[in-house]
Every structure is written in C-alpha cells, then in structure tokens.
C-alpha cells in the first residue's frame, strides 16, 4: 500500500515532511500542544497529587529504572521510540481512516480512547490523564492533518517529563525522590538485605554488619592509644564509580575522666565515634554534587538507625570484641540481624503496606531513637558520649 493512502493529508509522507522540513506552524503546534497537556497535568495532579493512586505510577515506573546510568538511557530510548511509533500509527492508522469514513469526531474519539487504553497501566488516574491528552492531540492533528508534529510533540513532552522527575529528585525532597527510594528498598527487601524488626523498625543489614566492623575497627585504635586522639577513616561510593573519602579525628578523652579506662567504656566511647562517623557519611552524601544522585540515599529512615541498633546491640552483647574477627570483610549474602525478621517474603509484604511511607520518610536526629524503642534502648543510648570530635578535625578529604 502506498504511503500516500495511509492519511488524509494530501498525500504527504512522513519523509516528505521531514525532508521538507517543519513550516512555521510546527512550533505553534507543539507549543499549543504543551499548554493545554500542562494544564491538564496541573489538574490531574492537584486533585489526585503524586502518591500512590494519583499520578505517582508515572513516577513508579521511572524509578524501577534508575538503578544506573545506563538503564536511564534505555529507558529513555525505550520512551522516545514508543512516543514516535504511537503517533505514526495511531494517526495514520486509526485517526484518519475513521475520520475519512466518519468524521473528524469520529477520529477524535477513537485516537482519545485508545491514548486512555495505553495509558490504564498507570491506573484509572493515568486512564483519565490519558483521554485527556488524547482528546486535544487529536484535535490537533484534525485540524493540522499533519504527523510529524505531533511525533516532535511526543518526544519533547515524554523527554521533558523524564528530565524533570529526574532533576526533581535530585533538587529536594519529594515524590520524585520518594519514587527512586521506594522502587531501590523493595529490590534490598527481596533480596533479604533490608529486615523488620518488631519495635524498631526497618534495619539494612549492610549498615549494621559494616557499623559494628567500624566500632571493632574504632576500639582497637583506643585500644592502641588510650585517651590519645584517633583518626578514623570512612568511604562511599559516588555514581561514577569513585571512592569518596571521609576522615575525621576524635578525642576520647572529651567523654571525661575514665573514658578509656576499662573494656567496657571504651566500647561506649567507640559507639560514640561510630555514631558520629554515620552521620558524616550521611552529611558527606547529601553534599556530594548535585549529579552525583547521592543525596537521594542521605539520611534515609533505615540509614541512622541501622547503625543506632547495631551499637546498642554491640554494648549488651558480652563478648562482642571476641566476634571482631568474623566482622571484617564484606556484609555476607544472607546476614540476618539479630532479633529481625529474616523471611524475605514476611518483609516484602510489610514493605507493600507501609514502604512507601517509609521511603519518603528522613531520620537526621542522633539523639532521637525509633519510636518503638524501649526504655532500656534509651538508657543504654544515653550512656553513649556524644561531641568527641576533636577540634580542627579534618572532616572530608
């Protein structure tokens, strides 16, 4: 069949249109387009908002995707390719043929209700948003009979969208940002590094392994030098694969006379660095460039805390300083926290009920512990000295 009978305008190819080039009318084509589809995302969005149930699944998918640099990429691609194909073969293959047998409102219908079909796999908000879209897309196109503007309008506008949720989640906290965090947790609940524990809350596994390797790691040092000030050294990794560093130095004799004079207070004043070295490593991600996409995983509900019950659980444990050993090296696949729920399956059905709060939720506070912790969780906390950061200590490197 020949190209020129797939449409009704006057036999125009989309080669021939890009070959010809756009005429000025493009630009207001899509410029319009993009006015009245904000509008009805501004509507769609202030009544239904970004969560779970609103326009949030758009931001859902997205996130499933951001693991990478490179699946960002394909996904994108994946976009660009979809917005393209769907507006060559709808208009050419649905709209127009219905509009020449029925009328340009038959088009439109047609060409709307499909747009809301592609979209109900976000939800009955989606399919909404997506009629709504369609049904001014296909007017356009009715009274333009032109494809290649409309292809440019969708590729611009799903660009935009992907580039915004994006910079969105970087800028500040938010839905955006929410979304990311929510669709990283679940993979870490499944995979078991991520457990519940029953009156304290959510507890990352590689957090609390890696704070009690660091307090074993903090205690010899005192071990090593007494009262004497310490350097202790931490890392992350940024996106683009580099290390980071973080270096501070502590004074244990900040925490008063004694501090050091036994096993048991050198392991609170070990705590007590460890504590403070968290909350560097949070500080230090959350400051580490705008691109780096570390600030999304700053101050996480799970991130302080992992390590706040990794101490606690530290000090009542007797003979911790014997387990030192087995702690260096890597967090092992399949560590269970102690007193954690470890059925992968148990935690991700709690994570589906209460995740997405959870992920939108940030813990800063040292002081402040989970809201289920026990009293006897805030008097062994309380021993913990705080301010042992020596003066002049050097805090990023």
């Not at 009805?40 to 699944?57: E, H, R, S």
Request: hydrophobic residues 45%.
């Amino acid at each position: 069949m020949a190209a020129a009978t797939l449409g009704i305008d006057r036999g125009r190819t989309v080669t021939q249109e890009i070959e010809e080039g756009a005429p000025p009318s493009t630009l207001k084509i899509v410029l319009s387009l993009n006015l009245a589809s904000g509008l009805i995302l501004g509507v769609c969005v202030a009544i239904f908002g970004m969560g779970p149930g609103g326009m949030g699944a758009y931001l859902d998918e997205l996130a499933g995707w951001t693991w990478s640099l490179g699946a960002i990429a394909a996904y994108t691609a994946l976009v660009a390719t979809y917005a393209l194909l769907v507006e060559l073969g709808l208009r050419r293959a649905v709209q127009a043929p219905i509009a020449g047998r029925w009328g340009p409102a038959g088009g439109v219908i047609a060409a709307a209700g499909l747009y809301g079909l592609f979209h109900v796999r976000f939800g009955v908000v989606g399919a909404l948003y997506g009629v709504g879209v369609g049904v001014v897309t296909a007017a356009a196109y009715a009274r333009a009979r032109r494809v290649l503007p409309m292809m440019l309008w969708h590729l611009q506008w799903d660009l935009a969208a992907i580039g915004a949720a994006l910079l969105l989640a970087l800028a500040a906290p938010g839905a955006p940002r929410e979304a990311i965090n929510h669709a990283h947790k679940i993979e870490g609940v499944e995979a078991g590094r991520l457990q519940h524990r029953r009156g304290w809350g959510w507890i990352d596994a590689s957090h609390y392994r890696g704070a009690q390797r660091r307090l074993c790691e903090v205690v010899t040092k005192i071990d090593e030098n007494g009262a004497a000030a310490i350097f202790v050294e931490g890392s992350f990794k940024r996106s683009d694969g580099s290390i980071a560093r973080i270096e501070e130095r502590f004074c244990p004799a900040q925490a008063g006379p004694g501090a050091t004079s036994g096993p048991g207070e050198r392991l609170e004043v070990g705590a007590g660095v460890v504590l403070e070295m968290a909350r560097l490593d949070e500080r230090a991600q959350e400051s580490a460039g705008f691109f780096s996409a570390l600030q999304i995983s700053a101050w996480n509900a799970d991130d302080l805390p992992s390590v706040q019950r990794a101490m606690l659980d530290a000090l009542v444990e007797e003979g911790f300083r014997g387990r030192c050993g087995e702690l260096s090296g890597p967090t092992p696949a399949g560590f269970e926290v102690p007193g954690a729920e470890h059925d992968a399956a148990v935690n991700a059905a709690r994570w589906r009920m209460e995740g997405r709060a959870e992920a939108g939720r940030l813990h800063r506070d040292l002081e402040a512990l989970p809201e289920g912790a026990t009293e006897a969780d805030r008097a062994l906390h309380a021993r913990i000295p705080k301010g042992l950061r020596c003066e002049g200590g050097a805090e990023g490197r």
